[in-house]
């Protein structure tokens, strides 16, 4: 059975940061595709990063040079660090996975497997 766990999230005032983290257990294959999602009050969810066992990896235009996604093979955990918060990244983080190419990466039907989430509140 697959399980994707965040954690990590939290309050912090604009300027701060947060790193979540994933954990994965169950995939069926050793190579595998996963992303960070987020969905503000409102609003639909949104890709905000992407990142495969092979190393490539891509982001939402809003959080390139803030946001750094990454992939631990050996942990199946994957990470998003993410610096110069701004109060609207507010929004319920989700890590998702499947074991095909999503394309395009940031459409969250392309993705199989999801976790609960966790919320980030960054306030003014």
């Known amino acids: 059975r697959v399980r994707l766990v965040e954690s990590g999230g939290g309050s912090v005032q604009a300027g701060g940061s947060l790193r979540l983290s994933c954990e994965v257990s169950?995939?069926?294959?050793?190579?595998?595709?996963m992303g960070w999602f987020r969905r503000a009050l409102g609003k639909e969810r949104e890709g905000v990063a992407a990142?495969?066992?092979?190393?490539?990896?891509k982001y939402l235009d809003s959080v390139k040079g803030r946001f750094t996604i990454s992939l631990d093979n050996a942990k199946d955990t994957l990470y998003l660090q993410m610096n110069s918060l701004k109060p609207e990244d507010t929004a319920l983080y989700f890590c998702?996975?499947?074991?095909?190419?999503?394309?395009?990466?940031?459409?969250?039907?392309?993705?199989?497997?999801w976790g609960h989430g966790t919320q980030v509140t960054v306030s003014a």
């Open positions: 990142a495969n066992t092979d190393g490539a990896t």
């Open positions: 169950g995939l069926p294959y050793s190579k595998y595709y």
């Open positions: 998702a996975a499947d074991i095909r190419v999503p394309n395009p990466w940031h459409v969250e039907n392309e993705y199989f497997w």
